[in-house]
């Protein structure tokens, strides 16, 4: 499985963005996929998840209410709306894919897309 972020970029507190996600590969093995962030001197932390039916979802509190998590499994993509950003959503955004091929499971990651909020 390969994964591509896109869509990060400078923005300003108040502001919206949409990050996608494109897989590609055997992603008819994924089961579930997810956001994570890492801000600077920070660990990389679970922003976002989704089931790969798209019919579960979960958020960290810090953005409930303020980001959607979603998927077209049509287009092999996933995207995050952010919206009503703060500065505190700064940081490196990454799209995880966890695989299941009987009997094991893998993670995958893409390379990472910046996100900054100034105030």
């Known amino acids: 499985v390969q994964l591509v972020e896109s869509g990060g970029g400078l923005v300003q507190a108040g502001d919206s963005l949409r990050l996608s996600c494109a897989a590609s590969?055997?992603?008819?093995?994924?089961?579930?996929m997810g956001w994570y962030r890492q801000a600077p001197g920070k660990q990389r932390e679970l922003v976002a998840i989704i089931t790969s039916g798209g019919g579960s979802t979960n958020y960290a509190d810090s953005v409930k209410g303020r980001f959607t998590i979603s998927r077209d499994n049509a287009k092999n993509t996933m995207y995050l709306q952010m919206n009503s950003l703060k500065p505190e959503d700064t940081g490196v955004y990454y799209c995880n894919a966890a695989s299941y091929r009987d009997p094991i499971w893998r993670n995958y990651w893409g390379q990472g897309t910046q996100v900054t909020v100034s105030s």
């Open positions: 590969g055997s992603t008819a093995s994924i089961k579930a």
